[in-house]
């Protein structure tokens, strides 16, 4: 697949077909993906792929654990801003009420939104579920690595007709993923990623995200 299609058509897709995806095919995505750079060639990514009856099991689990307790958990690490302001805010209320508009969930309507949130749980019906994790000693400088080798991730999956969707949801839950799934204490959860066939039908596969152009955000020097 060309790079710029892999790129210009990749996004997130939130509804799978339930079709295996072959062990090889994953090791080989990842193995591709690995060629990703990094500084002094660290390569500080890890991961853990869950699939088959081990995935239905720990999403049944979770799905459940969140449904016994649906408030949101301390993260290992802050993604957000702790004060959320333009041009973010603006930018993220048009992705989440775009995404919510197109599924028919009104304001206001929290179990709705609980809804579409457990769906994260279940990797979103797709077959594989993949965890990154990065050793908890590693500088910020690492993680700008790990970023790259995700996107890598999303991007060689397509050359295979594979969709994803990163996931920061599981993050806020990160000791009830260890729970069932073995990752060291000394190890921080970077994010999740469903990965799967998309499931054309699916309305929220329809939301497609918008770009700022280069003039909101890039500045050039030195052209006439
Ligand atoms: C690290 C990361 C975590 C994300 N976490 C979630 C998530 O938990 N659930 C979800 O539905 N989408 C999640 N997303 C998807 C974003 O909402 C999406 O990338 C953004 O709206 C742009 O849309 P696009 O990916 O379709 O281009 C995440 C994206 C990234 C990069």
Redesign the pocket.
């Known amino acids: 697949m060309n790079i710029v299609e892999a790129i210009e058509k ?5 509804g799978f077909l339930d079709q295996e995806i072959p062990r090889e095919v994953i090791d080989k995505i990842l193995q591709i993906s690995s060629r990703a750079p990094s500084g002094s060639n660290t390569q500080p990514w890890k991961v853990y792929v869950i699939s088959g009856e081990f995935k239905r099991n720990f999403s049944d689990n979770f799905i459940q654990y969140r449904i016994d307790y649906p408030k949101d958990e301390t993260p290992q690490y802050q ?1 957000y801003p702790t004060k959320w302001r333009e041009p973010y805010l603006g930018r993220r209320r048009a ?1 989440g009420w775009g ?1 919510y508009g197109i599924l028919g969930i009104q304001k206001g309507d929290r179990e709705g939104a609980f809804k ?2 457990l ?2 749980y279940n990797f ?1 019906g797709a077959p594989v579920g993949i965890f990154f994790t990065i050793d908890s000693d590693m500088e910020i400088g690492s993680w700008l690595d790990i ?1 790259m080798f ?1 996107q890598n991730v999303m991007l060689v999956s397509r050359n295979f007709g594979l969709e994803t ?7 806020y839950h990160h000791q009830k993923v260890r729970e069932l799934l073995p990752i060291p204490e000394n190890e921080t959860l ?3 990623m469903a990965i799967g066939y998309e499931n054309k039908e699916e309305v929220a596969n329809q ?3 918008g ?1 700022e152009s280069t003039s909101v955000f890039a500045k050039f020097f030195g052209y006439e």
Do not use: D, M
Request: glycine share 6%; with cysteine; aromatic share 14%.
């Open positions: 990749r996004k997130s897709v939130r993604y992705t995404l579409q949130q769906k994260n979103f970023g995700i969707c990163p996931q920061a949801a599981w993050v970077v994010c999740g939301f497609i995200t770009r």
